[in-house]
C-alpha cells in the first residue's frame, strides 16, 4: 500500500500546473493575461500577440497565432486547448 502511494504522490508530482490554467480568449485577454495562460509564452510574446491583434483585427482561427512573430507552431500545439477564440455566451 505505501507503493502505491509513493507512486501517486510522484505521478502527481509530475503533473504541470500550466495543465490546470483556464482557457484564455485571445481576442480579449490583456497581455499579462496570455503570458499567465499559455505555456512558453512569456510577457513579449504575449505583447506581440495583442499587438497582432490591435493592428490586424481579432484572429478568426487558432492556426492565426503563428502569423505572430515569435508563436510557432510548437508553441501553438503545446497550447491548443487553452486557447479560445470567443467567449462561451457568444458563441450560443
Known amino acids: 500500500m505505501r507503493t502505491f502511494f509513493k507512486t501517486l504522490a510522484l505521478s ?4 504541470s500546473p500550466l495543465s490546470f490554467a483556464s482557457p484564455v480568449n485571445i ?5 499579462d493575461q496570455i503570458a ?4 512558453g509564452v512569456g510577457p513579449a510574446k504575449a505583447q506581440a500577440i495583442v499587438a497582432y491583434r490591435e ?9 492565426q ?3 505572430v512573430k515569435g508563436i510557432g507552431s510548437s508553441t501553438l500545439e503545446k497550447n491548443r486547448d487553452q486557447i479560445q477564440l470567443e467567449t ?3 458563441s450560443e
Open 12 to 15: 502527481l508530482a509530475c503533473i
Open 27 to 31: 481576442n480579449t485577454a490583456s497581455a
Open 36 to 39: 499567465a495562460a499559455l505555456n
Open 55 to 63: 493592428q490586424k483585427g481579432p484572429f478568426t482561427s487558432v492556426e
Open 65 to 67: 497565432l503563428t502569423e
Open 88 to 90: 462561451a455566451a457568444a
